[in-house]
């Protein structure tokens, strides 16, 4: 049986240290709880912000530079995604060697070096080279935020927690489209990409506030340093947990343990979430949703608009999900948000069905169905799947396992960016829209057989029940 407030098992003795000064009470414990995964989820922010706004930028962007043909703006949207895809490959590696909370400092100096550079772009390839870089420290965040504030919440607020990285991520794409129409007027795109700075700095100074992990501190046998984080971080017996991670990091684990056989079942769980999560189409969306708009009769200022109203759809419905995660468990809110995304992707096809262009009522069908979409997501498979990949892998590799799952997200959000536009023109609208709606469906068929229920375990109890055997459904 778990004590719910620990993470540990309670029919593990107290053991070395339980004459330790005791816990924090419960209200202070939750403060620095909350206020370490607020701080650290303003990655998430920026995470959020860098991708969202250059799909208003890019209404103005293109008129820049002697004018850029839609393979440019495709490059200017797609290699932040391999900086990202770099990011994820270094942080995870970096993140094991010097710690969670340095690697998030480093994180946010390349962000405000990045956004800068974006900013004051003197050339398009200039510009390219930011974006690359901005790229690096969106990889890096996407990684390393989930990873800390997994290790630092108890299991009874992990959920909610890491899910509040995923609710920055849609706060963070939101306020670049309010940023985006509010800066419509002017065109300038270079303070659209600027504005970033400001969170990035706030971060640095933010993180500098925290405390490493607890569990890395641990796996590094500075056990004291361990126990007086988690003094502050849990409002009980802390005993086993230390006993518990203790356990599952006594070996240590290289590059080729991630393909042991008790590690492949859930190493594909993760990485299949991560591409499932991409190539059912969230960011041709997001990249794209006010140039498609634009394309089909709106005009720049109510395609704008309509980007305002769908990203705040994401984020009340990740609100939503944060409330829910840790009441109704994560499959259900996978399953039935997979389920509402390929009815948005229907509806938004059927609205297509007539043409490239929209009028009248045809277009509040086309919106409605972007809605329904963005909202599903939001409320599923947004949020499970960052939340997953910081729970299913064992500690000793957590974080070369969760980078395996975040390079094959940004790989897959590469390749559907890169190819869109070009996707576009070759099937219309109405067929990349219905080719969504049918991977959305194939998606669902996979989650439902293969991804397991984590709701309420510990990290060690979830790796002691993956290890060896493929996960199961509950």
């Known amino acids: 049986m778990l004590v719910e407030n620990t993470g540990a098992r309670t029919d593990r003795p107290?053991?070395?240290g339980s004459a330790g000064p005791p816990a924090t009470g419960r209200g202070s414990t939750r403060r620095h709880v909350v206020g370490a995964?607020?701080?650290?989820?303003?990655?998430?922010?920026?995470?959020?912000?860098?991708?969202?706004?250059?799909?208003?930028?890019?209404l103005f962007l293109k008129n820049q530079f002697g004018g850029l043909?839609?393979?440019?703006?495709?490059?200017?949207?797609?290699?932040?995604?391999?900086?990202?895809?770099?990011?994820?490959?270094?942080?995870?590696?970096?993140a094991d060697r010097i710690g969670r909370r340095p690697t998030i400092l480093i994180t946010a100096l390349v962000f405000v070096v990045g956004v800068l550079l974006a900013a004051f772009a003197p050339t398009y390839w200039t510009l390219l080279i930011a974006r690359i870089?901005?790229?690096?420290?969106?990889g890096a965040a996407s990684m390393t935020v989930p990873l800390y504030i997994g290790e630092v919440a108890p299991p009874r607020m992990r959920g909610g927690l890491v899910s509040l990285n995923q609710l920055a991520i849609t706060g963070g794409i939101l306020l670049s489209y309010l940023i985006d129409y509010g800066l419509a007027g002017t065109a300038n795109w270079r303070l659209m990409f600027g504005l970033a700075a400001i969170p990035a700095a706030l971060l640095f100074a933010g993180i500098l506030t925290q405390k490493e992990s607890p569990h890395w501190l641990i796996r590094q046998g500075r056990e004291d340093e361990a126990r007086a984080v988690l003094r502050r971080l849990r409002d009980g017996d802390i005993d086993a947990e230390v006993a518990d991670v203790k356990e599952v990091t006594a070996t240590r684990a290289?590059?080729?343990?991630?393909?042991?056989?008790?590690?492949?079942?859930?190493?594909?769980?993760?990485?299949?979430l991560a591409v499932f999560q991409q190539v059912t189409g969230i960011n041709t969306i997001i990249y794209y949703a006010p140039s498609l708009l634009a394309g089909a009769g709106l005009g720049n200022s109510a395609a704008l608009l309509a980007n305002v109203v769908n990203g705040a759809v994401n984020v009340g419905m990740t609100i939503v999900a944060i409330r829910l995660l840790d009441r109704t468990g994560r499959r259900p809110l996978l399953l039935a948000g997979t389920a509402g995304m390929a009815v948005g992707m229907i509806i938004t096809a059927v609205a297509f069905l007539g043409g490239a262009q929209l009028h009248g009522w045809v277009a509040f069908l086309g919106i409605a169905g972007l809605l329904v979409y963005t909202g599903s997501f939001a409320v599923g498979l947004g949020p499970v799947f960052w939340l997953m990949i910081a729970e299913i892998y064992p500690l000793r590799i957590r974080g070369q396992a969760m980078s395996v799952a975040t390079i094959a997200n940004w790989g897959a959000n590469f390749v559907v960016t890169i190819s869109f536009l070009t996707l576009l023109n070759a099937v219309t609208p109405k067929g990349a829209f219905f080719?969504?709606?049918?991977?959305?469906?194939?998606?669902?068929?996979?989650?439902?057989?293969?991804?397991?229920?984590?709701k309420g375990r510990s990290l060690q109890e979830i790796e002691r029940e993956l290890g060896g055997r493929a996960p199961t459904a509950r």
């Open 69 to 94: 043909s839609s393979f440019q703006q495709e490059l200017v949207t797609s290699l932040l995604l391999i900086g990202a895809m770099i990011g994820a490959l270094g942080a995870g590696r970096v």
């Open 14 to 16: 107290g053991g070395r």
């Open 133 to 138: 870089v901005i790229g690096l420290a969106v």
């Open 254 to 272: 290289g590059g080729r343990d991630l393909l042991a056989r008790g590690i492949r079942p859930a190493l594909w769980v993760g990485v299949l």
């Open 37 to 58: 995964a607020a701080i650290t989820a303003l990655g998430g922010l920026l995470f959020g912000y860098d991708t969202g706004v250059v799909s208003g930028a890019l």
């Open 435 to 454: 080719l969504f709606a049918f991977l959305s469906l194939v998606a669902l068929a996979y989650f439902a057989k293969r991804v397991p229920e984590t």
